[in-house]
């Protein structure tokens, strides 16, 4: 089992930034892919950023260019920091996580960018 903890999500004025980090602990070994993930009212859980082990990434091409996803594999910790956020940037950020096939998730936390 894994546990996803995140932190730092908050209300921001647009072009703001706002850093999120999610700590994972457990059975932590060969965490091949951490990521972020977001879902607002009424939509689907969308895709934010992820990287791997090897420090590989991928990115929504909504927040390429302003998200940037870091990972420090000693500490079990993945980083999302986010620039020049925008009103449509507001949603509830999950932490996620793949292991050996499994996924696990964060509880998510609140990210609010008013206009």
């Known amino acids: 089992q894994v546990q996803l903890v995140e932190s730092g999500g908050g209300l921001v004025q647009a072009g703001g930034s706002l850093g999120l980090s999610c700590a994972a602990s457990?059975?932590?070994?060969?965490?091949?892919?951490m990521g972020w993930y977001r879902r607002t009212p009424g939509k689907q859980r969308e895709l934010v950023a992820i990287?791997?082990?090897?420090?590989?990434?991928t990115y929504a091409s909504s927040v390429k260019g302003r998200f940037t996803i870091s990972r420090d594999n000693a500490k079990s910790t993945v980083y999302l920091q986010m620039n020049s956020l925008k009103p449509e940037d507001t949603a509830v950020y999950y932490c996620y996580a793949v292991r050996i096939g499994v996924s696990y998730w964060g509880q998510g936390t609140q990210v609010t960018v008013s206009s």
């Open positions: 990287i791997t082990s090897g420090g590989s990434t």
């Open positions: 457990g059975s932590i070994f060969s965490l091949n892919i």
